[in-house]
């Protein structure tokens, strides 16, 4: 298994996904992740001007996928994103008028993007509802 050091040394194939899923899998097997440090300056890089995540720092486009890998990653490894607030409001702004959330702004609602969503925000904020009932941090 490719440990964070290999993507640390290799950022142009760097991913948020795989980072999440190498985050996971040390916590699951009661390891301490390497480069834990390191890995959380990674994740928090990957956010971008709207709040969102991205797979890589500067690389893709923010959207709900790579928004709740990234912050699912830094809860577990005891940390936040750079801007929680921004990252709040992000993901709020994916809900649409059927209350449901779509993968980025504007786009139609879909059952994996609306659990994505409400994961995020209660991981951000502790309370999803009142996240998405007020539209801001609680």
Request: contains cysteine; neutral net charge; glycine residues 10%.
């Amino acid at each position: 298994m490719r440990g964070i050091d290999y993507w640390d040394k290799n950022p142009e194939i760097g991913h948020v996904h795989l980072t999440w899923c190498a985050v996971k899998a040390y916590e699951l097997l009661g390891i301490e992740v390497p480069n834990r440090e390191k890995t959380i300056v990674w994740l928090r890089a990957c956010q971008g001007p709207g709040g969102g995540f991205t797979r890589a720092p500067g690389r893709g486009t923010e959207d709900i996928w790579e928004t709740w890998a990234a912050v699912s990653a830094l809860k577990a490894l005891a940390s936040e994103p750079r801007d929680k607030d921004a990252a709040v409001a992000y993901i709020n702004s994916l809900q649409n008028a059927d209350g449901g959330f779509g993968d980025r702004p504007g786009w139609r609602s879909r059952l994996q993007c609306t659990f994505n969503a409400v994961a995020a925000l209660h991981a951000l904020t502790g309370d999803a509802r009142k996240a998405i009932t007020t539209k801001e941090v609680p």
